[in-house]
């Protein structure tokens, strides 16, 4: 799955480059200003897909830092990839001269879980807005930590989920807020792959499993869509692989959870499982069901709204989540806006997912 | 969906009777003796849909029995449609003179679950074979006794779980078994509905909520796909609609389950909801999506296996589940053969339910 998004994404990348004056209508409008510079830290297989989005000038923003434990490799492969000046190559111990590059308007934290903590309040400190990868980090003491060190250098900090920036996804929404299914009664959801060989293995590095990492993906669309944080909860958790590869986090989790509306859910994830990404929104007079819902090539919704069937699918001509996610970014920072997925909200699914760990006798912490 | 559901399947009877040489294969072979008779039991929806089923002479059996608390009106009604003698109409009272009734092998049992025990424990003592609806009874106790019952009189007891003769479920559980999506990881699966003035929503006669009437179609294909017994579960129940509806069933309920080899699920159901009845199965390598996955006309299937896209759907041209399940049982009579869905089969069933409304805070009993 990974490489066959990353060959999507790539072959996307050439589309741009070869139509650059067919951009949709919205991108046009959001590209009028000087694009946002920024420094990507930690140059791995998610700061790669970012950068390669950002060439899309609809996200109106462009790699002008790199920062990285392999300078002269990494570093300078994609200072030459996307003409960042050497100088603007950063080490992690020499990431806090950052404050002083005025080309670096904000950061783009795609590390492993345990380290966003510590390189937000840095590049806070440092006077960088934040564009933070998800999960936020892997407490709710660290969320906190990092909350407060933005708001005390005024920076911007947004949680990067990008499904909220997928049109289908707000299509979805639109006809639920339109009231286009009843008043809404349970969700379904899960997100499942196989992970081999990465750092998400590791819990010094990861803080947990799936759960963080892709169980969050149904869990933020839920408590997205509601606006209302679940406070109940159960789960079970499942390791039928023996061996090394889950001797840290475990295989596969399902969990329940229940709003104090009344809406319930049970969802799922798994690192060593093949599934789908998907959500079922059922509602009093409809539903809709999101499947796939969390691939980076965009969601695809079917279901029933008012008795009859609805569908809708894509991104749009040449776009991707990321390129979407960079433009409500700069956005907000170029208009002194609050993200829409700010810092709260990674706050908040933080909280749930300590719960859930609980609830399943595997507590984080 | 009922109506919709109701007037596809009248179609599809009328279908038959202008095609009645263009049967497919299996029929020809299947319909080779003199057709079973059968009384059907309590003459609502259910036994409607299913007496229709039998005009497909491939089901083997023929309505020859009517049993019903209105005899002068539905039993006259359904006795002229069927060409069933006035004498062969019979009252709840006057039931157990079936017995002498020689044109009656076995009975369609489509009463409120509440009375499942009671008729198949006398149509047993009568000497007639038992096709039951599901769920079985409403208490694992009553299972118990309807299976002695049928021992004793030494008559055949089918459940009536329609989704175990489908082709389409039974194809994904022939790629299962040839491991075309690996181990078995998790599923994901439920069956939502609004039901409105129904003796469903009345516990005495129904003995619980949605979970034995719906939730049961997830339950029963895992189970049924694994041949595994749930040993661990937990549940959360809502009722979001204040009122009389759910005034004495739940309307909507979640809940996970863990079974000995280390796969979970997560599933859900409800008499207050509109939404899919589906199942998405988890393998090591590859994944089923059986959505819709329980109504009447036939599972639709698509997924990966093999890393290639597969899909399926269908029941064949001019059958239903309902004939399918007939077949089956009447072939099990005529073979002295125990059907592959027996009382067992509806105990486990039983069982679970038991359990995962013990988890649920909200136990039947």
């Known amino acids: 799955m990974n490489r066959r998004d990353f060959a999507k994404l790539s072959a996307l990348a050439v589309a741009w480059s070869s139509l650059p004056t067919s951009l949709p209508m919205f991108a046009q409008t959001a590209s009028a200003g000087k694009p946002l510079g920024f420094a990507a830290i930690g140059l791995g297989r998610i700061c790669d897909i970012f950068m390669r989005a ?27 990839m996307y003409n960042v000046p050497k100088s603007s190559i950063y080490t992690y111990d020499t990431f806090d001269r950052i404050r002083d590059n005025k080309d670096v308007d904000f950061v783009y934290i795609g590390l492993p879980n345990s380290m966003h903590c510590e390189y937000t309040v840095r590049a806070a400190e440092a006077g960088k807005h934040v564009l933070c990868e ?14 407060d060190a933005c708001k005390q250098a005024k920076v911007k900090l947004m949680i990067a989920y990008r499904v909220q920036y997928d049109p289908t996804w707000n299509h979805a929404i639109d006809l639920i807020k339109a009231g286009d299914i009843g008043q809404l009664e349970s969700f379904q ?25 892709l169980g969050i993906y149904p869990l933020n669309a839920i408590r997205h869509i509601l ?39 049970s969802c799922g ?13 059922n509602g009093e007079t409809g539903f809709l069901t999101m499947d796939p819902g969390f691939n980076y090539g965009g969601a695809v919704m079917r279901g029933m709204a008012h008795r009859k ?14 390129t979407l996610e960079a433009q409500h970014f700069t956005n907000c920072i170029r208009n002194n806006q609050e993200p ?21 006798g595997t507590p984080i912490a």
């Open 269 to 281: 994830c798994s690192y060593g499982q093949t599934g789908p990404g998907f959500l079922n929104i």
């Open 54 to 80: 950002c060439q899309d000038p609809s996200g109106g923003a462009k790699v002008t830092g790199l920062v990285t434990g392999h300078p002269d490799s990494k570093g300078e492969k994609y200072a030459s």
């Open 227 to 265: 606006g209302e944080e679940p406070n109940a909860f159960t789960a079970v958790v499942a390791t039928r692989e023996k061996g090394d590869r889950f001797a840290q986090v475990e295989q596969s989790m399902e969990w329940t959870m229940k709003f104090p509306s009344g809406v319930i859910a």
């Open 340 to 360: 829409l997925s700010d810092g709260e909200e990674g706050l908040k699914d933080m909280i749930a997912i300590e719960a859930i760990y609980k609830a399943a």
């Open 134 to 147: 998800k999960p936020m980090a892997i407490s709710s003491a660290e969320c906190r930590k990092m909350i």
């Open 309 to 322: 069937p609805v569908q809708q699918s894509g991104l749009g001509p040449m776009t991707s989540q990321f």
């Open 189 to 213: 959801g899960g997100f499942y792959g196989q992970m081999r060989n990465d750092w998400r293995l590791d819990r010094k590095l990861a803080g947990g499993g799936s759960l963080l990492d």
